[in-house]
C-alpha cells in the first residue's frame, strides 16, 4: 500500500501536510470545513481527487459535532441548505479541478433522495457520513482499475516489441493526490507491479514542485526505479532516451476531450507529437465536465509571483520582477494521443462523451 495521503482514525481526519515534504512526514488534523478549505487553499493537500475527498470529509466533520440535531432543529432543509452552502464555500478554495464540485453535486443529490424517502433526521445525518467517508473507498476502486486499463493498453500498443516500458509523467498524481494508488503514477505502479517498467522519468514541475518534493518521494518510497529531470529537460530526454508512453493526470477533462492539467503538459504533449510517443491522460470520471464544450473555457488558477520568485526563503529572483504564473494549462484533445485512461476503460478524447455520457 502507498503513502497515505488521508487518514481516517476513531473518527478524526487527518491529512498528511505536503507542505512539509520531502523532508518531514507530519499529519494534521482536519476538524471542520474551515481546516479543510485553509488545507486545500494553502496545497497541505491538492491534486484534483484528494482535494474532492478532503472537501467532503471536512464537511462529514461538522456533521459529528454533539449539538449537530439542535443545531438544525432536526429540519432537513436547514441541513440541506447548510450542506450546500458549505459546498459553494470549499470549491472556492481551488478553482480548475472540477472533482470536488461534481462530489458535492453527488452528494446533494444523494441527500435529497434520503430526504424523499422520509429517513429519520438521526439517520439521514449518519447516512451522509457514511457517503463522506465512503468516497475514499470508491476512489481506491476507481485508482485500481485506470491503473489496470492503462498498463493493459500501454503493453498492447506501445512498442510491442518491447516488454520493459520508460514512461515520463509530470507533476504528482500518486497516493497523495488521492486516496489510493494515484491516477497516472498508479499506472505507473501497475506498470512495476507487473514487472513491465523500465523506469519512471519524472519532471521537476516548477514553480511548486509537486515533481521534485512529492512525485520523486512516492517514487523512492515505493522502490520504484525512476529518475527525476528538470522540465527544461523534456525534449532533450525524448531525443536522446527511448520514452514509450506519456501519462500524466488532469484536473478537468470538458466534452471535446479538452483537458487542464499542471502547467507544462500542454508543451509536453507538442514534443511527444513531434517525437510520435502516445501521450495518455489519466482521468477518473469525476474529472470529466461535460457542462463545458471545448478547453477556452476552464477556469485556471493564477498564483502568486511569490511561487516563482523563490524556493523556500531563498530569493531566486528580482523582488520587483512582474511575473505570471498561471498553475494549470490546456493540452487540445488532439495532442492526446494514447488516450484518456478512465475506471471504465481507456478512450479516444473525441468519444469521450458518446462512449460515457457523465
Ligand atoms: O496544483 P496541484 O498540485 O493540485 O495540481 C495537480 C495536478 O495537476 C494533477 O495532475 C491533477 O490534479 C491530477 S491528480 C490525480
Excluded at 223 to 231: G, H, Q, Y
Excluded at 237 to 251: E, F, H, Q
Excluded at 288 to 316: A, H, V, W, Y
Aim: aromatic share 6%.
Amino acid at each position: 500500500m502507498a503513502t497515505e495521503s488521508i487518514i481516517v482514525k476513531d473518527d478524526q481526519i487527518f491529512i498528511l501536510n505536503q507542505l512539509l515534504l520531502p523532508t518531514k512526514v507530519s499529519y494534521d488534523r482536519i476538524n471542520g470545513v474551515n481546516d479543510a478549505w485553509n488545507a486545500i487553499h494553502q496545497m497541505k493537500i491538492r491534486g484534483a481527487p484528494a482535494i474532492a475527498i478532503i472537501g467532503l470529509l471536512g464537511v462529514s466533520t461538522e456533521l459529528s459535532k454533539p449539538d449537530v440535531e439542535a443545531q438544525f432543529d432536526q429540519q432537513s432543509d436547514r441541513l440541506y441548505e447548510f450542506i450546500k452552502q458549505k459546498a459553494e464555500y470549499l470549491c472556492t478554495s481551488r478553482t480548475t479541478a472540477v472533482n470536488i464540485r461534481k462530489e458535492f453535486n453527488e452528494l446533494l443529490n444523494f441527500i435529497q433522495q434520503q430526504r424523499q424517502n422520509n429517513v429519520s433526521f438521526a439517520l439521514l445525518i449518519d447516512s451522509i457520513r457514511k457517503y463522506c467517508h465512503g468516497i475514499m473507498e470508491k476512489d481506491r476502486m476507481v485508482n485500481k482499475k485506470m491503473a489496470e486499463y492503462g498498463c493493459e493498453h500501454i503493453r498492447k500498443n506501445c512498442h510491442e516489441s518491447k516488454c520493459r516500458f520508460n514512461i515520463l509523467t509530470h507533476c504528482n498524481t500518486g497516493s497523495l493526490a488521492t486516496a489510493g494508488y494515484g491516477t497516472a503514477l498508479g499506472v505507473i505502479r501497475e506498470l512495476h507491479s507487473n514487472g513491465l517498467l523500465e523506469q519512471a522519468y519524472c519532471t521537476e514541475t516548477r514553480p511548486y514542485n509537486q515533481g521534485s518534493r512529492l512525485t520523486a518521494w512516492e517514487l523512492l518510497t515505493d522502490n520504484i526505479p525512476s529518475t527525476l529531470i528538470c522540465d527544461n529537460m523534456v525534449a532533450w530526454l525524448m531525443a536522446s532516451k527511448t520514452i514509450d508512453a506519456i501519462v500524466v493526470g488532469a484536473d478537468r477533462v470538458v466534452a471535446n476531450g479538452d483537458t487542464a492539467n499542471k502547467i507544462g503538459t500542454y508543451q509536453m504533449a507538442i514534443l511527444a507529437k513531434h517525437f510520435s510517443i502516445p501521450f495518455y491522460v489519466a482521468s477518473p470520471l469525476s474529472t470529466i465536465d461535460p457542462t463545458i464544450d471545448d478547453g477556452t473555457k476552464i477556469p485556471i488558477e493564477e498564483r502568486s509571483d511569490l511561487e516563482m520568485k523563490s524556493i523556500g526563503s531563498i530569493q531566486i529572483a528580482p523582488a520587483d520582477m512582474k511575473c505570471w504564473n498561471p498553475a494549470f494549462d490546456i493540452t487540445p484533445a488532439k495532442l492526446i494521443t494514447g488516450g484518456i485512461i478512465t475506471e471504465r476503460g481507456v478512450i479516444n478524447p473525441d468519444q469521450l462523451i458518446q462512449s460515457y455520457p457523465v
